[in-house]
């Protein structure tokens, strides 16, 4: 079927699942992917020019003017790929993605984009192909998407990749641990025989999951105005000084009332009896929010889970697991988290 005017579909989603599984619905065989830790991207390439869709209504082609380029450049009129924009860093390991930079590229100035698009070049990695020759391809089943895109890609040259895949579970779950290293965030499974489903968590994601034990040291008023919308968390480090890791969020109404009360005793005061507010730094998200915060002292433990560490704070928000009334605070040091192995990203992206 060809597609007239090549609107751009909501992109198939995800659902979380605990280990990387033998097979998908039914026994359906599955194609297995390296979880590319950037932003979605879905491209459409007209006789037009490039759009960029994203998962809101946001388009992104004016933020990566660079791959703008690579896409008028590399791909043919009717052609609509899915797969990832991101962001690769030099390390003294090697090559590792980089959320923090790419994360600096939303930015509304003209001019500050084009700087960081000459500094932070972006990459994209193409992992499934929705339309060729203008022909919509979201009813074919993946194996066939796939297969015509590796035949596309043949003439794909970096910034422009295409994401490795395989059908063997025992290699999807050794990627699993090696690829953390290189910044990746999990691995993808997608049943071989299904359609493209926009919007549908047709697909399986598999994440690290971890604990660790954080010391609450503040929280800030939810949006509503009442209650706590989310707990400050800090780490001891070297130093000997606490430093904030990230936060926890996503209590239920009851939840958040109940929380003031219980973290009533623990507010740090003044000599004056009042309750100390603290106020977290400012960034372009953040710049029209209310920032400040309850202080607590560092007195209560709670274990969080988390999947990865984006340089010394939590990659994500937190999930809360249980309070540790048992843990000492002055234990709960940047120490007992996990250190991924090394991974170098040029071997995934050459």
Same mark, same amino acid.
């Given at each position: 079927?060809?597609?007239?005017t090549m609107q751009i579909p909501d992109p198939?989603?995800?659902?979380?699942?605990?280990?990387?599984?033998?097979?998908?619905?039914?026994?359906?065989?599955?194609?297995?992917?390296?979880?590319?830790?950037?932003? =979605?991207?879905?491209?459409?390439r007209t006789a037009d020019g490039v759009v960029?869709?994203?998962?809101?209504?946001?388009?992104?082609?004016?933020?990566?003017?660079?791959?703008?380029?690579?896409?008028?450049?590399?791909?043919?009129?009717?052609?609509?790929?899915?797969?990832?924009?991101?962001?690769?860093?030099?390390?003294?390991?090697?090559?590792?993605?980089?959320?923090?930079?790419?994360?600096?590229?939303?930015?509304?100035?003209?001019?500050?984009?084009?700087?960081?698009?000459?500094?932070?070049?972006?990459?994209?990695?193409?992992?499934?192909?929705?339309?060729?020759?203008?022909?919509?391809?979201?009813?074919?089943?993946?194996?066939?998407?796939?297969?015509?895109?590796? =035949?596309?890609?043949?003439?794909?040259?970096?910034?422009?990749?295409?994401?490795?895949?395989?059908?063997?579970?025992?290699?999807?779950?050794?990627?699993?641990?090696?690829?953390?290293?290189?910044?990746?965030?999990?691995?993808?499974?997608?049943?071989?025989?299904?359609?493209?489903?926009?919007?549908?968590?047709?697909?399986?994601?598999?994440?690290?999951?971890?604990?660790?034990?954080?010391?609450?040291?503040?929280? =800030?008023?939810?949006?509503s105005g009442s209650g706590v919308g989310s707990?400050?968390?800090?780490?001891?480090?070297?130093?000997?000084?606490?430093?904030?890791?990230?936060?926890?969020?996503?209590?239920?109404?009851?939840?958040?009332?109940?929380?003031?009360?219980?973290?009533?005793?623990?507010?740090?005061?003044?000599?004056?009896?009042?309750?100390?507010?603290?106020?977290?730094?400012?960034?372009?998200?953040?710049?029209?929010?209310?920032?400040?915060?309850?202080?607590? =002292?560092?007195?209560?433990?709670?274990?969080?889970?988390?999947?990865?560490?984006?340089?010394?704070?939590? #990659?994500?928000?937190?999930?809360?697991?249980?309070?540790?009334?048992? #843990?000492?605070?002055?234990?709960?040091?940047?120490?007992?988290?996990?250190?991924?192995?090394?991974?170098?990203?040029?071997?995934?992206?050459?």
């Amino acid at each position: 079927m060809k597609m007239s005017t090549m609107q751009i579909p909501d992109p198939m989603l995800a659902k979380s699942v605990p280990e990387v599984p033998e097979t998908g619905p039914k026994g359906a065989p599955l194609l297995f992917e390296p979880k590319w830790d950037g932003f =979605r991207g879905i491209v459409s390439r007209t006789a037009d020019g490039v759009v960029i869709g994203s998962r809101g209504a946001k388009t992104l082609e004016r933020y990566f003017p660079e791959l703008v380029d690579v896409f008028e450049a590399q791909l043919p009129a009717g052609t609509m790929l899915d797969g990832e924009i991101v962001v690769r860093h030099a390390t003294a390991g090697g090559e590792k993605l980089d959320w923090e930079t790419l994360s600096q590229r939303i930015h509304p100035a003209a001019s500050r984009i084009t700087r960081l698009a000459a500094e932070t070049p972006a990459s994209f990695v193409a992992f499934d192909l929705l339309a060729e020759d203008g022909e919509s391809l979201l009813d074919a089943p993946l194996a066939e998407r796939r297969g015509r895109l590796e =035949r596309l890609g043949e003439h794909f040259s970096a910034p422009l990749h295409i994401s490795q895949t395989t059908e063997d579970v025992a290699i999807a779950r050794r990627w699993l641990t090696e690829f953390e290293g290189a910044g990746l965030d999990g691995v993808v499974a997608k049943p071989l025989d299904a359609p493209y489903s926009p919007g549908k968590r047709t697909m399986l994601k598999i994440k690290h999951a971890r604990t660790a034990d954080c010391i609450v040291t503040g929280y =800030r008023t939810h949006k509503s105005g009442s209650g706590v919308g989310s707990l400050l968390l800090s780490l001891y480090g070297e130093d000997g000084e606490l430093h904030g890791v990230g936060g926890i969020s996503a209590f239920t109404d009851k939840r958040r009332q109940e929380l003031v009360e219980e973290l009533a005793p623990l507010l740090a005061r003044g000599e004056d009896g009042e309750a100390i507010r603290g106020e977290s730094d400012r960034n372009r998200f953040s710049s029209s929010k209310d920032t400040s915060y309850a202080v607590l =002292r560092p007195e209560l433990v709670v274990e969080v889970r988390y999947d990865q560490m984006e340089g010394d704070r939590f #990659r994500h928000t937190v999930q809360f697991e249980r309070w540790r009334p048992d #843990r000492d605070p002055a234990s709960c040091t940047f120490a007992q988290l996990e250190v991924p192995a090394a991974y170098d990203l040029a071997a995934l992206l050459p």
